[in-house]
């Protein structure tokens, strides 16, 4: 079954779940090439093997609200694929979270977390519970209830997750104890716990500083540096703050960020000070807005940030944030670089655009790996029971976003996808992290 042949059966069998669909198209058509020149891989059905994810589960999340009242939310964790390894990405609590977003964002995982270079297979989960408006104990008691059900599925060499949109350390941290109430197990089943009980150091800033480490390698690519470019980052969550932070100490000057109500813009940046304030004011569930009593700047209400002028804009909020009338503001106003901290945020046509304009793009998958090696990085430190420093764990991270960089790069040339000097990172990356995963299928034969 060829590549297009096995898009139009998921298109048939699962037309409803329209971002799964979205990021299946978006490998399909980048790694013809690679696939036309490996005949074992049509052979074989690698890609309409890989389209299907191994298994999902299910389940029904049954909680008590302060009021003594029964809540009851689903949760899901799609196993999609661990041909390279356990099956590893994160959870994500979120009222738009379905099977689709969870098998788009799984699928991805694959490819990503191939790409990081490190023995882990892809998977993601969740549940449509709403965070905002609970109270500490409404959210300890959903974490216990989750992870009752979770834990029967995932175990440290089999499948373990991490945190995502409205999973952060205290999520992790409830979710741990059930697991290891129930099994007695004190292993490394989930990444982003605590530094003091099995956390690495960085793990927190990862995903958002492994960004900023690749937006280096690509300008460096083109002889320049982040000094004194103008930054617009989208979202004010773990990967948008710490992107931000990092810019920064690298001389950039980030001038937005914004979340669900409006955009924040500060034309002379968010040195730490500011950033420290923000990352406390996130933390207690507070506006941004109250940003410009203390600091100035202005408070765009329900506006993206598109519509500042910038060199470089790094989206990290979430997916499908960036459309294409997104895309040409940020042609016209200047951007000749899109880095994604989140996963997905462009749409198909906002891709097409910038690309048609020549502006490099890091897809998500590259871009924002940082996090999930960072989190192997966890899973093989509590299995040694040794702890690295942060700047062990720093190191790391900085050599794995360079080989991501570098390997897509070779990949764009290699299979004549590089034109006129521009880099195709989209193309190349999925290259990359799709043969690895192939590679691995065509050697276990059907099984996998
Ligand atoms: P957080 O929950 O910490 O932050 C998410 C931010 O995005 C918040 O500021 C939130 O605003 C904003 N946001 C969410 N949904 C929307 C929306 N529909 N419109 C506008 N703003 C929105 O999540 P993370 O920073 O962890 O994750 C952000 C993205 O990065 C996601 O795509 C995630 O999958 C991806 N990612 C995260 C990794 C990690 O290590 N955390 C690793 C790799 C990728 P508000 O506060 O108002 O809700």
Redesign the pocket.
Known sequence: MSIQQAIEKIEAQYGHQSEFIQAAKEIALTIKPLYDAHPEYEALKVFERLIEPDRIFNFRVNWENDKGEVQVNRGWRVQFNNALGPYKG?L?F?P?VTESVLKF?GFEQIFKNALTGLPIGGGKGGSDFDP?GKTDSEVRRFCYAFMRELHHYISKDIDVP?????V?GREVSYMYAMYKNLTRESTGVITGKGVGFGGSLMRTE??GYGAVYFLENMLKAQNEDLEGKIVLV???????LHAAEKATALGAVVVTV????GTLYDKSGFNQEKTDWLKAQ?QQSKPLAEYVDIYGGEWLANKKPWSIKGDIAIP????N?VNEDDAKLMVDNGIKYVVE???M?LTADAIDYIRLHHVYYAP?KAA?AG??AVSALEMSQNSVRQYQTFDEVDERLKCIMKNIHDSATEASEQYGQTKNGYIDYMAGANMVGFKRVADALVAYGILN
Do not use: C
């Open positions: 994160g994500r979120h738009t964002l905002k991490a945190g995502d949109i409205g952060g990862a995903t989208s979202g004010a969550g773990n990967v948008s914004s979340d669900s109500q996130k990290s909020a979430t997916q944030e901290g989140a996963n945020p998500g924002n996090g999930v």
